[in-house]
């Protein structure tokens, strides 16, 4: 896990659309779908749930707490 990956998650949980974080975050939609898959791998858990159709997803129990984490490592990376 990079601060990518932190900023891709961020960036999803946000818009709760693939396509529309791959447009924001100039990816193709595919990056950002390998790139979660792989970020989940590493965790060991699933962050969302991903819905059927135009590529809507939710967080689960778990991306909400990590959601929490993620805010505060991409504000430490700021400073």
Do not use: H, W
Request: charged content about 20%.
């Amino acid at each position: 896990m990079n601060t990518e990956d932190i900023e891709l998650f961020l960036e999803l949980s946000k818009s709760r659309n693939l396509s529309v974080t791959a447009n924001n975050l100039f990816l193709a939609q595919t990056t950002v779908s390998r790139r979660l898959a792989l970020l989940e791998q590493d965790l060991g858990y699933s962050l969302f749930t991903r819905g059927k159709g135009y590529g809507t997803i939710a967080l689960t129990p778990v991306g909400k707490r990590f959601s929490v984490l993620a805010q505060q490592i991409s504000l430490l990376n700021k400073e």
